[in-house]
């Protein structure tokens, strides 16, 4: 397990070769990654609601579904989605598929493949999952 301190390191060290306007949280696993983005990069943040997995990353649908209307305007905003973890892709895929109109869209992750990632490596408990 990471400690809190060496993954808060990881975001602190993060270098974003991208300016934004906007985070969009995916709900729930990003908006602790995203709350601490917005407090180091001091931007608009909105979550979007996409359910694929349960508490126990059991899954839930064969695809990620949008669980509420996106209820935010992306039209030619740069938008970093954030998540916790990326297993298979899909939710941010589906993410980047709602947000048509962004002039451009990145991801991040804590830990799997995006854009911008602390870890790639074996999933690995999160400090602040109980």
């Known amino acids: 397990m990471k400690t809190l301190e060496e993954i808060l390191e990881r975001f ?3 270098e974003f070769e991208e300016e934004f306007d906007l985070i969009v ?17 001091r931007l608009e943040m909105r979550l979007l609601y996409l359910g694929l997995r349960d508490d126990d990353q059991q899954l839930l649908y064969d695809s990620p579904r949008l669980l509420y209307p996106v209820d935010f305007e992306v039209k030619k905003k740069r938008v970093l989605v954030v998540d916790d973890r990326v297993n298979t ?12 109109g962004a002039k451009y869209v990145r991801t991040f992750a804590v830990n799997g493949q995006a854009d911008y990632s602390l870890y790639n490596e074996p999933c690995f408990p999160l400090p602040w999952n109980l």
Do not use: H, S
Request: glycine content about 10%.
């Open 12 to 14: 602190r060290a993060m």
């Open 89 to 100: 892709g899909a939710t941010l895929v589906t993410a980047w598929e709602l947000l048509t």
């Open 25 to 41: 949280a995916i709900a729930n696993g990003g908006i602790i990654p995203a709350a601490i983005l917005n407090q180091r990069l």
